[in-house]
């Protein structure tokens, strides 16, 4: 079975900092994986998703995330943070061929004037 | 709507009572999802309906959670007797094509609603 860890579930950044939100995954067979942002109050929008193409992947907003499978990993980040960009943030993992995600439990992002 | 609505956005019940939570999905979008989001915990999948086809259900926590999707579009979750633990962010979400056709394509990206937050008290 698959599983998702987000390092920190509170990150804070100066606005125009780096910002740097980390998830590990665990799979037997490669997976897709997914970066959602949930403002409050609001449901989850799609940020970006590996999908066993390219393994830096560019999303919306300026985020970009790189697929690391000699690490494991599925970080997000953003060169230059921005007030707006303060929200949760979920990775999630799904398997070709199957639809339930497994999520991570979140990283809220604060950014710092 | 361009988007996966849901509706109430707000519910407040008493425990022992029952609630209905509905989910309008994006036109067209075959298959159909609830999830459940608990404070200070991921999103947990609690159903999956695809077309005509038997749901999903493997995630509902408890036989005092049902839901069905009726013509194929709107979905309704119902929890009996509500409890306390119940309490949570009900989440939908749809998709236009459903497994096995998951390519990571833009088609079966899952888009979610505002979901509905239900305290039991």
């Known amino acids: 079975a698959q599983s998702v860890t987000q390092l920190g579930s509170h990150v804070s950044v100066s606005e125009g900092a780096l910002v740097l939100l980390r998830c590990n995954y665990s799979?037997?067979?490669?997976?897709?994986l997914f970066w959602y942002v949930q403002y409050p109050n609001q449901g989850l929008q799609l940020l970006l998703k590996y999908t066993s193409a390219a393994t830096l992947v560019k999303g919306i907003n300026g985020f970009e995330a790189e697929f690391k499978k000699s690490e494991t990993s599925f970080h997000l980040t953003k060169p230059s943070a921005h007030m707006s960009d303060a929200a949760e943030y979920f990775c999630?993992?799904?398997?070709?061929?199957?639809?339930?995600?497994?999520f991570g439990t979140g990283t809220r992002l604060k950014v710092l004037a | 709507g361009a988007g996966v609505s849901q509706s109430p956005s707000n519910k407040v019940t008493e425990k022992g009572k029952d609630v209905e939570l509905r989910c309008d999905p994006i036109s067209g979008h075959t298959a159909l999802y609830w999830y459940r989001q608990s404070l200070g915990q991921g999103l947990e999948f609690l159903i999956y309906?695809?077309?005509?086809?038997?749901?999903?259900k493997s995630g509902l926590p408890s036989d005092r959670f049902s839901a069905e999707r009726t013509g194929g579009s709107v979905s309704t979750l119902t929890i009996q007797r509500t409890q306390q633990e119940d309490s949570a962010v009900y989440l939908c979400?749809?998709?236009?094509?459903?497994?096995?056709?998951?390519?990571?394509?833009?088609?079966?990206?899952?888009?979610f609603g505002p979901g509905t937050r239900l305290t039991v008290l």
């Open positions: 309906f695809q077309g005509n086809s038997a749901p999903d």
């Open positions: 999630a993992v799904i398997l070709s061929g199957t639809y339930k995600y497994t």
């Open positions: 799979s037997s067979v490669p997976p897709y």
């Open positions: 979400a749809s998709s236009l094509v459903p497994s096995p056709l998951n390519t990571g394509d833009a088609t079966d990206t899952q888009y």
